[in-house]
């Protein structure tokens, strides 16, 4: 089993910046990749980012350039960098995590508010 919870979120001006950050407790080994989604209000969850094990990321083309995924395996955590933060970003982003045998696991979400 494991367990991802997420931080970081808030209220932030156009422009600004915000780390988010998701812990990941549990069967640690077992994750694949780790990766960060969004929902926005009367949307579809959407992909935002995604590292693998082994360090490797991959972006969906909209955020490629000011968004940045990191992890730090000392603890646990994964991180999102997001900057030159738009209106259009605000949503509740969540954390996934993709572990062997096909499981797959979810955070609780953080919201995400861009408004002057």
């Known amino acids: 089993q494991v367990q991802l919870v997420e931080s970081g979120g808030g209220l932030v001006q156009p422009g600004g910046s915000l780390r988010l950050s998701c812990a990941a407790s549990?069967?640690?080994?077992?994750?694949?990749?780790m990766g960060w989604y969004r929902q926005a209000p009367g949307k579809q969850r959407e992909l935002v980012a995604a590292?693998?094990?082994?360090?490797?990321?991959n972006y969906a083309d909209s955020f490629k350039g000011r968004f940045t995924i990191s992890r730090d395996n000392a603890k646990n955590t994964v991180y999102l960098q997001m900057n030159s933060l738009k209106p259009e970003d605000t949503a509740v982003y969540y954390c996934?995590?993709?572990?062997?045998?096909?499981?797959?696991?979810w955070g609780q979400g953080t919201q995400v508010t861009v408004s002057s």
């Open positions: 590292i693998t094990s082994g360090g490797s990321t």
């Open positions: 549990g069967s640690i080994v077992s994750i694949k990749s």
């Open positions: 996934n995590a993709d572990a062997v045998w096909r499981r797959e696991y």
